[in-house]
């Protein structure tokens, strides 16, 4: 079966062409959502440059809630549904899942060698035991990934979307400030790439500053280690995500291990020892040899998403 599949963020969509499981990695492109009023119009330009092919399957993965088929994304005016992906492809057969169920259904297509460790643990086998992937990019959001029978259970969920942690002074301090501008405090609101703005933000307010500075400047300053409130900034980045992944960890007993997704997950990887990541995902009092049970690693193939797509249309989930 040849299928359309498609990876919607908050910037950018990605387009590829798939032949039953297998996404077609040469045919991979990008679009802007700026450039473009909706998703119906990414589609019919990929499929027209693309030579017009004839897809019989179409699943597209979408940052955003998933209700009967009906996606409205988070960050991103645009609505999605089966049938409008149906009219601009010509497929018989479509899916719309939530971007963080399609990663979770891609990681048994997952090359190991996209994955670098983190935090080691037992390698439990996925077949017995639940995974979680966690995205941490444009927004954040995670999916616990069940073994079911005849495959796998990828639940949906919008835990970016949850109340910041608070342990101390400083945390709630951060609250207060985010609270400002939304009236609440969210997870997404200080991980994700605009998160990290925000965090920031708080740490030059803090030392007296008005600094503000964009995301990949805030990365680019983190190498170099020459500015303070940058390293607070990383430092706090990290120990947040730290207690996040570890609260989820308790939530879902991901016994087969976590998988941090996204473009923001994967700028951190050099800086998760040195500031504390495990340290933090551990910090659960008389839970805290529990966490031991759980490895973390950073998934570094970007088309995941992709893979997920084409894995389900494979396996007959889509209507």
């Known amino acids: 079966m040849t299928s359309l599949v498609a990876d919607i963020g908050g910037t950018n969509t990605r387009v590829a062409l798939a032949g039953g499981a297998e996404v077609d990695r040469s045919s991979i492109r990008r679009f802007p959502n700026a450039d473009h009023a909706g998703l119906g119009e990414v589609l019919t330009r990929y499929l027209a440059e693309a030579g017009s092919p004839t897809v019989e399957g179409a699943c597209v993965a979408v940052a955003g809630p998933v209700d009967d088929g009906v996606a409205h994304m988070t960050n991103l005016d645009w609505c999605i549904d089966c049938a409008g992906v149906a009219e601009a492809t010509g497929a018989a057969r479509v899916a719309v899942l939530n971007d963080l169920q399609a990663q979770g259904h891609g990681l048994d297509t997952l090359n190991p060698a996209f994955l670098r460790p983190v935090i080691e643990g037992p390698a439990n086998d996925p077949a017995r035991a639940a995974r979680l992937v966690i995205g941490v990019g444009t927004g954040f959001n995670a999916a616990p990934v069940h073994p079911a029978p005849g495959g796998r259970l990828v639940a949906p969920s919008e835990c970016g979307h949850v109340t910041l942690p608070v342990r101390n002074e400083a945390d709630l301090a951060l609250m207060r400030y985010v609270e400002k501008a939304h009236g609440f405090a969210g997870v997404e609101d200080v991980l994700s790439g605009r998160g990290l703005e925000r965090l920031y933000a708080f740490h030059a307010a803090e030392a007296g500053l008005e600094t503000r500075l964009k995301a990949s400047e805030i990365m680019a300053a983190m190498e170099r280690g020459d500015d303070p409130v940058v390293t607070a900034t990383g430092r706090a980045f990290v120990r947040l995500l730290g207690a996040v992944a570890g609260d ?72």
């Open 248 to 319: 989820l960890a308790l939530i879902h007993v991901p016994y087969a291990g976590i998988f941090l997704i996204g473009g923001v997950a994967r700028a951190f990887t050099a800086h998760y020892g040195p500031f504390g990541f495990a340290e933090a995902f551990r910090d659960k009092g008389r839970f805290a040899a529990f966490q031991r049970e759980f490895s973390v690693a950073i998934v570094e193939d970007d088309y995941l998403a992709l893979a997920g797509c084409a894995r389900y249309l494979a396996d007959g989930l889509a209507d």
